[in-house]
């Protein structure tokens, strides 16, 4: 099986990362910090030095189970992609929302499912679409936060991990 690689950045890693793991198809997460400019960030950095990373979870996927444009809509079901540095109570440029591409061919199908996503909203939206510059794993007690702290934050309505979990290719 071919696995593929996709980095998506949406708020809080915390709960991007539990409702990504929760979908058919994606094999494995991993939250980190992206395309900012300081090798090695901590998060203790991110947050309060102006590094500029992201913070995102690196997805790697099952395209035959689920296709990048169905993982980048289920992607968008849990963002607010008009919010400009902010996801939820998260708010800063760490908090803004991305879609960060490794391969080439993904660019023109992340920019197609940004355009039929536009069509939803009146306001331009604040989703960035850009290759990968870097991408740094964040500290262990970060990965997979709320599988061990099931009543942690999270901007992400409960319900929607359990609608990940049913999704099935819609």
Known sequence: MEYQDIYLAGGCFWGVQHYLDCLPGVKDTQAGYANGRTANPTYEQVCYESTGHAETVKVTYCPQSISLPQLLNQFYQIIDPVSVNCQGGDVGTQYRTGVYYT??????????????LQADYAQPLAVEALPLSNFYPAEAYHQKYLEKNPAGYCHIPAAMFQAARQYRGR
């Open 103 to 116: 391969d080439p061919r993904q660019q023109p199908i992340i920019l197609a499912s940004l355009e039929q």
